[in-house]
């Protein structure tokens, strides 16, 4: 698929593929199904209505789950922000999450008693948009919100809201900054786009300006910009049109019409003359980047942009990985992709320098082979393997209704940007129309401008973030972007009268709506059968989309890496990336394009993972590519010196993130350093390992643990049972385990008694400290733990936790903090994390710990704490489960930890049945204050001052490489 960030074709593309079904059938099973025979078959069915408000409304029914997908997008983005109001759209995204006039309290409660999923609010440069997922019986009350921030906010608004929000902003743009290449959103359009474009300014802004934003400025904003004309609600899942109308007119058709909003006039801009600039972060290798401005997503030149940039570096098999990676390793990665805004958008070819190649000769290859592109042009057959990588590869992320990538994103981008809810099928066409010549010709036009050539090189800052963002004064010069989110994957004054006017309600909203009848969770039912060699096979039916998901699980995981050659598996894994006995890496990568397909390779603590991702007339050869994949890696010597320049430069670039450095720290601390989870959690290893590590070494650990007789595979989707049987027995079936013993893992190694302290990395002039606070339980995940995960989401597992709703809502010092009881197979450690502004690292640390000794002391679960986490994991799950990957998790946590195959229906009875008591002794037991080990990430001359006053021993530590 694409290496870049979601785009409209992506989108539009896997999101259509939902009702393919029949076109699909006509595939030839030997044979990849033809692009054009997908798209031809695409739809996503909707009816649309306004209302006299000028509301856009739009259904899609799709009744697999009893859920349903609330999305508003408003169409007001960081371009209709006026001078010196630079992050304001962000900033008020977060004040709509900060109760209405009917809904005072925080948005999140009343979601989260119903189970609501997926809810969020992000805002971009040209839109915001808010959503939930919500089961159908809780309905009315998702719509009952919405209007009621939509038509009855102003007077919630407070000056203390404001205060508050604007402090949790400001950390998100230190958490942003903090890390590396954290300052690149403002190199791209600070540069691509001049002074007093619309595009020229990031959407987080900038310090000073989030500074001035007042109470009328808020105000304002909102009665210029939030009225239902300038908005369009999706609802999509399990709701019909008759149902839908009735519900949105009792709850938005009150709603007076707001002022016209004038979209401000984008042009695509061209640079005068070459462009080039110089920047140093912290940062593993010197990265080199070419840059263009583009057109939007409307222009018909916008797919076969994204075709060129698929085809050039966005393939496995692109031709910028085939030269510079493969061919003539100067570079240990390459990527190119256009990402298209509503009016216009940037085009990114970059190459991430090999550690002893001088970056001047890597930038002239890259150029060189930009140029190349140009003067020939795509193949008919790349343009193939592009598209069908596009379907393919994104249609696992779109099987939702809602969320940040479902279906009611797809009808609402169309609707808002194009006017069109089925624009997608306007991209399809493109995409499956799109021919080299014509490819190579766009391609040529907009590249055979002048370039913005960035450098990245490793070294300190110069320049920070906190006056980046805003608008650039004029001679100052100064993947890529993802909207603003308000939570990191969670009155008084009305003001003068602006002649708007409020809404008269037509309904009840003198309380919250009460939720109806609510279906209970119907998992898929689990079937076994066994291949002819022992291997289990565990498989569920999900028929919604064509497609077949497959895991082929190993009990090996990071936990079986040799403590004396860390890092091992992890280059196993990306060895076996490129390629088979029989197929080299380049011919395996076009196969697995051509088939659209995903296989990959990766592993957790406890298990080695192979995954497929197909659809499902190719089935029959993917499943062969994936057993040939596993079974017969070709291990070749001359590869190996790649990946292992690639996983050098991983483990560089994880010592230079702060929240992975404070991994690497903490997890050996804890379980001590002979035990098999007391390595670096990322399992990249140490660089010795990696650098000394042979290819017969790679070839005996995977003799050693990839077995069949170590293997289970799971299996969901559009298939049969005896279907998969027949053609896994043909491939994985045929494999003869080794005579040799199963090996084994060592957890009989004693975990060290803890030892509280701090210890500190220093990391020079960071914006904000990672704080990471640990200790290892005395309990496994097979155990029963559904009362003290419930006790963690109270104090700090979820947004609305004691620990979250302190340092972030109530004192403004973090973008979001948590705290989480570990997944793994044996003992499991509870840590808690808070990326904190650095003047506050102290603070956050007593607060954190006042926080805990409250709860397990005499301030313990409340009646509402109980009432929302039972309500909430009760009523969650049948939206935990709608997607195939969902259930693939689903079968995977069932067979990991010995549950019974009912355990997630069961589930509620579990939650229904827990007290306040029963929380409060489960937390009692399990946590504590006095025994947990701190690691601080942060600049040590502003923190160090901080923790010497807090009571515990600190220590200067360096993460282990």
Do not use: C
Not at 125 to 154: C, I, K, Q, W
Not at 280 to 296: C, H, N, V
Not at 655 to 684: E, F, K, W
């Amino acid at each position: 698929m694409f290496r870049s960030h979601r785009f409209a074709l992506a989108l539009a593309a896997s999101t259509a593929l939902v009702a393919a079904g029949p076109a699909l059938a006509k595939a030839k099973a030997a044979d990849p199904a033809p692009i054009a025979e997908l798209v031809k078959a695409v739809d996503i069915p909707y009816e649309s209505f306004t209302l006299d408000n000028g509301l856009r409304v739009i259904v899609h029914e799709d009744h697999k789950a009893p859920v349903v997908a609330v999305s508003v997008w408003y169409r007001v983005g960081s371009k209709n922000e006026p001078a010196g109001k630079t992050g304001f759209a962000h900033l008020f995204e977060h004040l709509m999450f900060n109760g209405s006039e009917n809904a005072p309290g925080d948005f999140f409660e009343p979601l989260q008693q119903v189970g609501a999923t997926d809810s969020n609010g992000t805002t971009n440069m040209d839109r915001t948009n808010y959503f939930e997922t919500v089961p159908t019986g809780a309905l009315d009350r998702a719509l009952f919100l919405e209007s009621d921030r939509m038509g009855h906010l102003l007077g919630a608004v407070t000056q203390e809201k404001l205060d508050n929000q604007r402090g949790v902003v400001q950390n998100e743009k230190r958490q942003g900054d903090n890390n590396p290449y954290g300052l690149l959103r403002y190199e791209i359009f600070e540069n691509l786009f001049p002074s007093g474009h619309p595009y020229h300014h990031s959407t987080i802004g900038s310090m000073a300006d989030l500074n001035t934003a007042s109470l009328a400025d808020v105000k304002k904003w909102f009665t210029d910009n939030y009225g239902p004309n300038n908005a369009v609600l999706v609802l999509a899942g399990d709701i019909d049109a008759a149902t839908a109308k009735a519900k949105v007119g009792e709850w938005f058709g009150d709603i007076p019409r707001g002022p016209a909003v004038e979209m401000p006039k984008v042009t695509v801009p061209t640079l005068p003359a070459p462009l080039a600039k110089e920047v140093k972060d912290l940062i593993p290798t010197t990265r080199i980047y070419r840059m263009w401005a583009i057109p939007g997503l409307n222009d018909p030149e916008a797919v076969p942009l994204q075709m060129a940039m698929g085809v050039l570096g966005g393939l496995s098999s692109s031709r910028l990985d085939n030269a510079m990676v493969r061919k003539d390793p100067v570079a240990v990665s390459v990527a190119a992709y256009a990402q298209p805004f509503e009016d216009a958008g940037i085009l990114i070819v970059q190459a991430d320098v090999k550690d002893g190649v001088d970056p001047a000769l890597v930038g002239k290859r890259l150029d060189e082979e930009i140029a190349k592109f140009l003067a020939t042009g795509p193949t008919a057959d790349e343009l193939q393997r592009t598209a069908a990588s596009t379907l393919g590869g994104t249609i696992s992320g779109l099987e939702s209704v809602g969320g940040f990538g479902g279906k009611a994103v797809t009808l609402a981008e169309g609707a808002l940007y194009s006017n069109d809810p089925a624009y997608y099928k306007t991209e399809l066409d493109r995409m499956a129309q799109a021919t080299p010549e014509q490819v190579k010709a766009v391609a040529n036009k907009w590249l055979s401008r002048p370039a913005f050539s960035l450098t990245y090189t490793p070294g300190e800052r110069t320049e920070g973030g906190e006056a980046r963002g805003g608008a650039v004064t004029a001679g100052k010069i100064a993947e890529a972007v993802q909207p603003d989110r308000y939570w990191n994957p969670a009155l008084g004054d009305v003001g003068p009268d602006t002649g708007v006017g409020a809404a008269s309600s037509i309904a009840d909203r003198s309380q919250m709506p009460a939720v109806a009848d609510l279906k209970a969770l119907d998992f898929p039912a689990i079937e076994r059968t066994t291949l002819k060699n022992g291997i289990e096979v565990v498989f569920a039916r999900r028929d919604t989309v064509p497609t077949v998901q497959v895991a082929v699980s190993f009990d090996a995981g990071y936990a079986a890496d040799p403590h004396k050659a860390l890092g091992t598996q992890s280059l196993m894994l990306s060895l076996m990336d490129e390629g088979t006995t029989s197929l080299d890496s380049i011919a395996f990568a076009e196969a697995k394009e051509r088939l659209g397909a995903q296989i990959d390779g990766s592993a957790n603590a406890d298990e080695t993972i192979f995954s497929l991702f197909a659809l499902k007339p190719n089935l029959r050869a993917s499943l062969g590519l994936l057993a040939d994949y596993i079974r017969n890696p070709a291990f070749d010597a001359k590869e190996l010196e790649r990946v292992r320049a690639q996983q050098l430069n991983r483990l560089k670039a994880e010592l230079n993130n702060p929240s992975a450095i404070a991994a690497r720290v903490l997890r050996p601390v804890l379980y001590g350093a002979d035990h098999p989870y007391g390595i670096p959690p990322s399992g990249l290893g140490n660089a010795d390992a990696v650098k000394a590590a042979t290819r017969d070494q790679l070839a005996a650990f995977h003799a050693t643990w990839i077995r069949p007789d170590n293997a289970r595979v799971f299996v969901v989707g559009d298939t049969t049972l005896a279907e998969v049987k027949k053609e896994l027995d043909a491939t994985l079936g045929a494999w003869k385990a080794p005579s040799t013993p199963k090996p084994a893992k060592h957890f009989e190694v004693a975990i060290p008694a803890p030892k509280p302290r701090i210890l500190l990395v220093d990391r020079p002039k960071s914006p904000q400290s990672v704080i990471m606070a640990g200790k290892v339980l005395d309990a496994k995940g097979s155990d029963h733990l559904e009362i003290l995960r419930s006790a963690n989401d109270i104090f700090g597992g979820n947004f609305l936790s004691r620990f979250n709703m302190n340092l972030r809502e109530t004192k403004g010092w973090s973008y979001g903090v948590r705290s989480q009881v570990s997944a793994d197979k044996q003992r499991l450690t509870w840590v808690a994390i808070a990326p904190v502004q650095a003047d506050r690292t102290g603070d956050s640390i007593k607060e954190f710990r006042s926080d805990l000794t409250a709860y397990l002391g005499d301030k313990g679960t409340t009646a509402e704490e109980l009432q929302r986490t039972i309500n909430g994991s009760v009523r969650e799950l049948p939206g935990s489960f709608e997607t195939s990957g969902d259930v693939l998790g689903g079968l995977r946590s069932i067979v990991k930890f010995d549950r019974p195959d009912d355990y997630y229906e069961k589930l509620p009875a579990t939650y229904e049945a827990m007290t306040a008591p029963e929380i409060d002794a489960a937390a009692r037991k399990a946590l504590s204050v006095d025994d947990l080990v701190y690691v601080v990430v942060g600049d040590a001359a502003t923190v160090k001052p901080q923790l010497d006053g807090l009571g515990l021993p600190v220590e200067i530590a360096t993460p282990a490489n």
